[in-house]
């Protein structure tokens, strides 16, 4: 698993940036072998030589609400103010926060991912999100995917994952429990019509 810093850091100022998969969706395929990304629609924060980085978009945590992580982070959540779900962002890191957002909201620590979308892991962001001054469009994440260097390459090669474009609604829409079949359909692909073998659409 490739270490998140570092990954960001190393940012997309690569020659071959063009190969890379910051901004875009990755589908896993029906014949995911790892039971932690079954079904998983990733947003990939981060894609470079160094590794990957991305938050599973589609899996909310029933364990923890919003309201839950203020108190225990001991933020007053002023009037109705905005509520999101929590979400299993991915297994690396399970204790740390990151908001992915639209790019409405920035601050100096915000890391902008791509024209539309931004990501912030500080608690700056769920202060403004509690008193209703946050980003328009936002997914709270527990947690992340990590890839090491060449590592999510190697599993596209094996079938293990499509890539498709990312819009608003795969990435920030709260139905989850079609958005896997909903991202396959985008690119036109019947998930039932795969086989493990099948190459990449």
């Given at each position: 698993?490739?270490?998140?810093?570092?990954?960001?850091?190393?940012?997309?100022?690569?020659?071959?940036?063009?190969?890379?998969?910051?901004?875009?969706?990755?589908v896993?395929?029906?014949?995911?072998?790892?039971?932690?990304?079954?079904?998983?629609v990733?947003?990939?924060?981060?894609?470079n030589?160094?590794?990957?980085?991305?938050?599973?978009?589609?899996?909310?945590?029933?364990?923890?609400?919003?309201?839950?992580?203020?108190e225990?982070?001991?933020?007053?959540?002023v009037?109705?103010?905005?509520?999101?779900?929590?979400?299993?962002?991915g297994?690396?890191?399970?204790?740390?926060?990151?908001?992915?957002?639209?790019?409405?909201?920035?601050?100096?620590?915000?890391?902008?991912?791509d024209?539309?979308?931004a990501?912030?892991?500080?608690?700056?962001?769920?202060?403004a999100i509690?008193?209703?001054?946050?980003?328009?469009?936002?997914?709270?994440?527990?947690?992340?995917?990590?890839?090491?260097?060449?590592?999510?390459?190697?599993?596209?090669?094996?079938?293990?994952?499509?890539?498709?474009a990312?819009?608003?609604?795969?990435?920030?829409?709260?139905?989850?429990?079609?958005?896997w079949?909903?991202?396959?359909?985008?690119?036109?692909?019947?998930?039932?019509?795969?086989?493990?073998?099948?190459?990449?659409?």
């Amino acid at each position: 698993m490739s270490n998140f810093d570092e990954v960001f850091e190393k940012g997309s100022d690569d020659d071959d940036a063009g190969d890379y998969l910051a901004g875009q969706l990755i589908v896993a395929m029906p014949g995911m072998q790892d039971p932690r990304f079954e079904k998983s629609v990733i947003y990939m924060c981060a894609h470079n030589s160094d590794g990957a980085m991305g938050l599973v978009v589609n899996r909310a945590l029933d364990t923890l609400s919003f309201p839950d992580m203020l108190e225990q982070l001991g933020i007053t959540q002023v009037g109705a103010g905005q509520e999101i779900r929590v979400h299993f962002g991915g297994p690396v890191e399970s204790g740390r926060g990151f908001v992915l957002h639209s790019r409405d909201y920035l601050q100096e620590a915000t890391m902008v991912v791509d024209t539309d979308v931004a990501l912030t892991a500080t608690v700056d962001i769920l202060k403004a999100i509690a008193v209703g001054d946050g980003p328009r469009q936002s997914l709270l994440a527990l947690g992340y995917a990590g890839w090491g260097p060449g590592q999510l390459d190697a599993e596209f090669k094996h079938n293990g994952w499509l890539h498709v474009a990312a819009d608003a609604d795969l990435v920030f829409g709260p139905k989850l429990d079609n958005k896997w079949e909903r991202a396959m359909g985008k690119i036109g692909v019947d998930p039932w019509m795969l086989s493990d073998d099948m190459g990449h659409a």
